[in-house]
């Protein structure tokens, strides 16, 4: 995958993150680099069984972690600094969708 190809599976998958936290008001509670596949040019979340809704007690908890996550794999591939980027990136996506 080229750096221009990561740099679009980032912006995929921050909006995945985004879809399922402002449109389905869940949280994937377990998403890492193991969780995202690529297929046909798309980013695709698996084992979202065990996503929770945003009333969960420990929802919040679960979303700094997914991010955490997220933001070590990409920041390996020189795409983001950290999760403080990736938060800005939502915020962005929120006024989108």
Sequence with gaps: VSKLDWQECYRQAVEGI???FYKAKS????LSEY????????IVFIDVGQAVSLSHPRAKEF???DLKNI????SKKGIVKGVQEIKED????KEEL
Excluded: P
């Design 71 to 74: 933001s070590n794999f990409f």
């Design 35 to 42: 969780n995202l596949l690529f297929h046909e040019g798309k």
């Design 63 to 65: 979303l700094e972690r």
């Design 27 to 30: 949280v994937h509670a377990d």
């Design 90 to 93: 939502l915020k962005k996506i």
């Design 18 to 20: 985004a879809r399922l």
